[in-house]
């Protein structure tokens, strides 16, 4: 079994920033595939950031360039630096991980509302 949990959340203006942690237990996490999604109201969620346990990133197009994913595996930890954040942005974020055999795993999540 495997437990994420979320910190960071907050409110920020317009082209202001916050960094998204997540901290997870219970299994080998530098093994696992590590992502960050995000719902906002009434949509579905969505994939924001992943980076695999070889450090390759993928970043969805609505974040490239202002969005960071890195991982810290000593402290099973997993992080989202926002940058330059946009009212878009606002949404509940989720960290998710995926085991080698393909098993998800959710956090509860964090919210981030961006709004001067």
């Known amino acids: 079994q495997v437990e994420l949990v979320e910190s960071g959340g907050g409110l920020a203006q317009p082209g202001g920033s916050l960094r998204l942690s997540c901290v997870g237990s219970g299994a080998v996490f530098s093994m696992y595939r590590m992502g960050w999604f995000r719902q906002a109201p009434g949509q579905e969620r969505q994939l924001v950031a992943t980076?695999?346990?070889?450090?390759?990133?993928h970043y969805a197009d609505a974040v490239m360039g202002r969005f960071t994913i890195s991982r810290d595996n000593t402290k099973k930890t997993v992080f989202l630096q926002m940058d330059s954040l946009k009212p878009e942005d606002t949404a509940v974020y989720y960290c998710n991980s995926r085991s080698p055999m393909g098993r998800q795993y959710w956090g509860q999540g964090t919210q981030v509302t961006v709004s001067s």
């Open positions: 980076i695999t346990d070889s450090d390759r990133r």
